[in-house]
Nanobody, 116 residues
Framework: QVRLVESGGGSVQAGGSLRLSCVAS????????MGWYRQVPGKQRELVAR???????NYSPSVLGRFTISRVNAGNTVYLQMNSLKPENTAVYSC??????????WGQGIQVTVSS
């Protein structure tokens, strides 16, 4: 059974940094893509950053230049380095992994809180 486990969340002051990690287990293939999404109460979940197996990336315009996604394919591990954090970045961040469509897997989510 595929399992995604996130770590690295927490609380930080505005301007600070956090690094999220997501480690996948239980599979014998490389995911087509992995990414990070976030959600705040009352709003839809939104894409933060995504990276494919060939290392192509795309970002939400709101994080471009501040967040960096990276990936270790061999271990199906994905990271999100978040710098210059803002209070509006406060959310539950979830790791996502895309296998052969329509299979997608989600982590349990991790809280990131940025105080002003």
């Amino acid at each position: 059974q595929v399992r995604l486990v996130e770590s690295g969340g927490g609380s930080v002051q505005a301007g600070g940094s956090l690094r999220l990690s997501c480690v996948a287990s239980g599979m014998f293939f490389i995911f087509n893509a992995m990414g990070w999404y976030r959600q705040v109460p009352g709003k839809q979940r939104e894409l933060v950053a995504r990276i494919t197996s060939d290392q192509s990336t795309n970002y939400s315009p709101s994080v471009l230049g501040r967040f960096t996604i990276s990936r270790v394919n061999a271990g199906n591990t994905v990271y999100l380095q978040m710098n210059s954090l803002k209070p509006e970045n406060t959310a539950v961040y979830s790791c996502n992994a895309e296998a052969r469509p329509p299979l997608r897997y989600w982590g349990q989510g991790i809280q990131v809180t940025v105080s002003s």
